[in-house]
T-cell receptor, first 116, second 116 residues
Framework: GAVVSQHPSWVICKSGTSVKIECRSL??????MFWYRQFPKQSLMLMAT?????????EQGVEKDKFLINHASLTLSTLTVTSAHPEDSSFYIC????????????FGPGTRLTVT | GENVEQHPSTLSVQEGDSAVIKCTYS??????FPWYKQELGKRPQLIID?????GEKKDQRIAVTLNKTAKHFSLHITETQPEDSAVYFC???????????????FGSGTQLTVLP
């Protein structure tokens, strides 16, 4: 089956610093990648959708200057949380789908971000 | 945009009993409905899905039914086991545009507890 990895699996950073999270599709070409945020005991909320080589499309209420998304290749997307604050602490999960009219999204294992 | 409502938020059943989780969606353009199981701190795991051209799908102890007219779909788990305990999410999916990848909208989740 399709495999998506994320790195790091967890990270602790100080308030005001930036953190980069990587999402990789290991055995397929991901034309589209999605970034979700999940707070404790809540559902997955879509933050943005990115297509390889294009600018990401952000959901309403998500600050594009704070959450920088880059999808430079068919196997790698990155999410950078800039000037992180404690309220950005969350579980960040990426997913990827392949070329064409793909139904299924393949999820990464998630990254636990804690901002102190 | 799509809105998915999920009920109940918590469900406790005795081992061996059945569990039913229900979801409704708002956008008639949605035509793919996956169900995910998520254990604490892990990625969502696809357990079953259904497309809008099918009314019911079954995979061993798990089944999903879809009523397009009423815009609701349900997950049925029979002969529940303690290892079925987890959070279950329904989702509805539609193509962002023709030929593009599909965006998922998640329900709020159901914490299923199977009591031994």
């Amino acid at each position: 089956g399709a495999v998506v990895s994320q790195h790091p699996s967890w990270v602790i950073c100080k308030s005001g610093t930036s953190v980069k999270i990587e999402c990789r599709s290991l055995d397929f070409q991901a034309t589209t990648m999605f970034w979700y945020r999940q707070f404790p005991k809540q559902s997955l909320m879509l933050m943005a959708t990115s297509n390889e080589g294009s600018k990401a499309t952000y959901e309403q209420g998500v600050e594009k200057d704070k959450f920088l998304i880059n999808h430079a290749s068919l196997t790698l997307s990155t999410l950078t949380v800039t000037s992180a604050h404690p309220e950005d602490s969350s579980f960040y999960i990426c997913s990827a789908s392949g070329a064409g009219v793909a139904y299924e999204q393949y999820f990464g294992p998630g990254t636990r971000l804690t901002v102190t | 945009g799509e809105n998915v409502e999920q009920h109940p938020s918590t469900l406790s059943v005795q081992e061996g009993d059945s569990a039913v989780i229900k979801c409704t969606y708002s956008d008639s353009a949605s035509n793919y409905f996956p169900w995910y199981k998520q254990e604490l701190g892990k990625r969502p795991q696809l357990i079953i899905d259904i497309r809008s051209n099918v009314g019911e799908k079954k995979d061993q102890r798990i089944a999903v039914t879809l009523n397009k007219t009423a815009k609701h779909f349900s997950l049925h788990i029979t002969e529940t086991q303690p290892e079925d305990s987890a959070v279950y999410f329904c989702a509805a999916s539609y193509a962002i545009s023709s030929g593009s990848a599909r965006q998922l909208t998640f329900g709020s989740g159901t914490q299923l507890t199977v009591l031994p």
